[in-house]
Structure formats: C-alpha cells, structure tokens
C-alpha cells in the first residue's frame, strides 16, 4: 500500500474554460484559480492486488478481499494485477467555497472538479508507466452505477484505509469526504473501458459517445 502526498497539478485557465460555457467567465477564473491553487491539496492512496479467482461478477484478490462488479468480472483476467485507489483534493477548497457568493462558489466547484480530474489523471499515468501500457479506469458509481456499484467504495475502503492516508472517508450514504475525491480501479484490458460508452445520461464530463445498453452490446 502506498500514498502520494504531493500531486503535482498544472492547472490551465484556457483549458478549464473548455469545459464551460461563456468565455465571460475566464476573468473571473484566472482570478479564483489563483485563490484555489493554495487550497487545493492532491493526494491519493492505492496499492496493488493480484486476483486469484473469477466468479461471474465476484473478483476474488489475493489480499482476501472480494470485489462484486459486473464489468471487472467480464473485463479482468485471472492472475493480473489491479491498483485499486481513492484520489482528494482536500477539504480547504470547498470549505471556501462555501463562504463565498452563488457565481464564485459555482466556479470554486468547477477548478474543484478539474484539479480532481487532473489529479486522478497523474496517478493513472503514473499506473500506465508501471505496466507499460493503456489501463482502464473502473470507478464505484459511475455511468449508471449498474457494472460497478457504488457499495463497492466500502470494499476500496477496507482495502486502502485511506481514512489514515489521505484523510478520506466514507459517510452513511456512501458519500466520500472530502466531496472532491474519487474512489476506483486502474486495470489493463483487453479494450479500454469507458463507463460514458454505457450510460445514456447527460453529462458536460461526457467522454466517450454513447454505445447503448451493455448487455446488448457487451464483446462475447
């Protein structure tokens, strides 16, 4: 098991403004990326894990514990490894965000939401690096939440003990704090996983065209 207490982010106005809409707003960004940049402190814990055993949609690790998941089920292969991980970017962010009026709260949200994704990106090229090769990201909740439950976070949890390590937990609810953090798995595959490719939802985070229903679509 293993932490990163540094995260090196590049934060980019231009980039971020990508993601929304008005260009209006890139004034009032540049001026609150630089208020948020000393808030926002990334980190994650994760390890690696071997899985022995396939059972439908059971994953069975060699560190005793079980995943139930649909997609990894049909996507892993006995005897590889995964790195499952909770990556944050701290509480101090939206706390701020929080004393602050509707529009720069709105804006605070939305740096919150790519220093996450940028975050979550260094450590996934960090896995990359390590298998030498494109890994795909498998995330509890995500797209319908129907391949990967979000009760799977509780299993993460155990695995990880990133309460201790980064300071991230779980509440009733299944909800993670701090809100800006996600939990997952990073695995090679035979074809990349996408969980947009699946969902039919709306979503400005959008990254892949929607496929249709996995289990109309999914390879043999």
């Known amino acids: 098991m293993g932490a990163l207490d540094r995260i090196p982010l590049d934060l980019d106005v231009a980039e971020l403004?990508?993601?929304?809409k008005g260009q209006e707003l890139g004034e009032h960004l540049?001026?609150?990326?630089?208020?948020?940049?000393?808030?926002?402190?990334?980190?994650?814990a994760y390890?690696?894990?071997?899985?022995?055993?396939?059972e439908n949609d059971q994953i069975y690790l060699e560190n005793?514990?079980?995943?139930?998941?649909?997609?990894?089920?049909?996507?892993?292969?006995?005897?590889?490894?995964?790195?499952?991980?909770?990556?944050?970017?701290?509480p101090k962010l939206e706390t701020e965000a929080s004393?602050?009026?509707l529009l720069q709260s709105f804006l605070l949200d939305k740096i919150g939401n790519y220093a996450l994704h940028k975050a979550c990106a260094y450590v996934k090229?960090?896995?990359?690096?390590?298998?030498?090769?494109?890994?795909?990201e498998f995330s509890p909740g995500s797209g319908t939440g129907e391949l990967f439950g979000i009760e799977q976070q509780e299993t993460l949890f155990r695995i990880l003990d990133p309460v201790n390590s980064i300071g991230?937990?779980?509440?009733?609810?299944?909800?993670?704090?701090?809100?800006?953090?996600?939990?997952?798995v990073f695995a090679t595959t035979r074809e990349e996983y996408v969980a947009c490719e699946y969902c039919p939802r709306r979503c400005e985070s959008?990254?892949?065209?929607?496929k249709g229903n996995y289990h109309s679509i999914k390879p043999a």
């Open 17 to 20: 403004l990508k993601n929304l």
């Open 30 to 44: 540049a001026v609150l990326l630089e208020d948020a940049r000393v808030l926002i402190e990334p980190k994650a």
């Open 47 to 54: 390890s690696t894990a071997r899985v022995v055993r396939l």
């Open 64 to 90: 005793g514990h079980v995943l139930r998941s649909m997609i990894l089920g049909d996507m892993l292969e006995r005897g590889q490894e995964i790195v499952p991980y909770v990556v944050t970017i701290g």
């Open 99 to 101: 004393k602050r009026g």
């Open 125 to 136: 090229s960090r896995v990359e690096e390590r298998f030498g090769k494109t890994v795909s």
């Open 168 to 184: 991230v937990h779980l509440k009733t609810g299944l909800m993670m704090v701090p809100r800006k953090s996600v939990s997952g």
């Open 206 to 210: 959008r990254r892949a065209p929607f």
